[in-house]
C-alpha cells in the first residue's frame, strides 16, 4: 500500500495488516452495507404496509358512505389491521430482523475490524480513491480538510 501515506490517519492501513486481509476486510463491509440495504426495504415494507392499511380503512369508510355496508364490514372484519404473517404486524419482523441478525452481523463486523485493522473503517475504498484519483487536481484531493 505505497499510497497509504497520502491518505488520512483514520484510513491508513496500520502497519502489518496485508493486501488479502484489507480485501477480506472490504468484502465483510460490502456484505454487511447490502444487509443495511436489505433492512432500509424491511423499513419501506413496515411504512408501504401501514399507509395501505390506513388506505384500506379510508376505502370502508367510502363503501360504507357508498351505501355498501357489507362490503364494508367485510373488508373491516377480514383486512384493516390484520397480521401480515402469523402473530405478526411489520414492525414485529422488523424487530425480529434487528436482533436476530442485524445486530449481531454489525457488532462482528465492528469486532473483526477491530481485531484486525486497528478499528479503521473502509481500508480497501480509501486504496481505490487514492488509486483512482488524479493527483494535483482541486477536486481529487486525498482528505477533506486538503484546499
Do not use: C
Not at 373488508?75 to 419482523?93: D, K, L, M, S, Y
Not at 449481531?104 to 473502509?122: K, S
Not at 480497501?124 to 494535483?136: D, G, I, P, W
Amino acid at each position: 500500500m505505497d499510497s497509504n501515506r497520502e491518505m488520512d490517519p483514520a484510513h491508513q492501513v496500520p502497519e502489518g495488516v496485508d493486501e488479502r486481509t484489507v480485501r477480506a476486510l472490504g468484502a465483510l463491509s460490502k456484505a454487511l452495507e447490502t444487509t443495511e440495504r436489505a433492512r432500509g426495504h424491511l423499513y419501506g415494507f413496515h411504512q408501504l404496509t401501514g399507509t395501505a392499511d390506513f388506505e384500506l380503512g379510508d376505502a370502508v369508510r367510502l363503501l360504507r358512505e357508498a351505501g355498501h355496508e357489507e362490503q364494508a364490514a367485510r373488508v373491516e372484519h377480514a383486512i384493516v389491521g390484520r397480521n401480515v404473517i402469523p402473530g405478526h404486524w411489520t414492525f414485529q419482523i422488523i424487530e425480529a430482523y434487528n436482533d436476530t441478525y442485524y445486530r449481531p452481523f454489525a457488532a462482528m463486523e465492528r469486532n473483526i475490524v477491530d481485531d484486525l485493522a486497528d478499528g479503521r473503517d473502509h481500508l480497501l475504498e480509501a486504496a481505490l480513491k487514492t488509486a483512482r484519483r488524479t493527483s494535483h487536481h482541486p477536486d481529487h484531493t486525498p482528505t477533506p480538510t486538503d484546499t
